[in-house]
């Protein structure tokens, strides 16, 4: 099944009754395997995680080391995610540790996908070679 699909999938699973907003991610690692996740919120809200490091924490305490591609869908829950839903900074941050600068996100756009680079979301990073 495509990514964008796995990461509607995992969107059915989002705990998000607080913003209503429910997304879902779908991880490619190097390895081969998918790995999904879901957003899941809290009552005191800054414990909130977001569906893209749900699905590394998966992928990374599995043993993974190595990530191609992540499909991230949101939307308001009981509607389509078909308009795009980009990570947010913490988690380009996140995915910056662990990616390489030519990782792919891949989002929903109408019928379509659009592809962008870590690169591109997060210019000019902070990172580990810089310490
Ligand atoms: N959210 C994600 O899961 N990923 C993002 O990159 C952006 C935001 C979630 C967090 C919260 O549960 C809801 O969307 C509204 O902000």
Sequence with gaps: ???????????ERAYAPYSGFSVGAALLAGSGKVYTGCNIENAS????LCAERAAFAKAISEGETSF????????KR????DRPCPPCGVCRQFMREFCKDDFTV??????????????????????????
Excluded: D, N
């Design 1 to 11: 099944m495509k990514l964008i699909e796995l990461a509607k999938e995992a969107r």
């Design 45 to 48: 809200f800054s414990p909130t």
């Design 68 to 75: 191609l591609s992540i499909a991230v869908v949101g939307g």
């Design 78 to 81: 009981g509607e389509k995610a």
């Design 106 to 131: 891949l989002f929903s756009e109408g019928e379509s996908v659009r592809t962008l680079t870590l690169r591109e979301l997060l210019p000019y990073a902070f990172g580990e070679q810089m310490k």
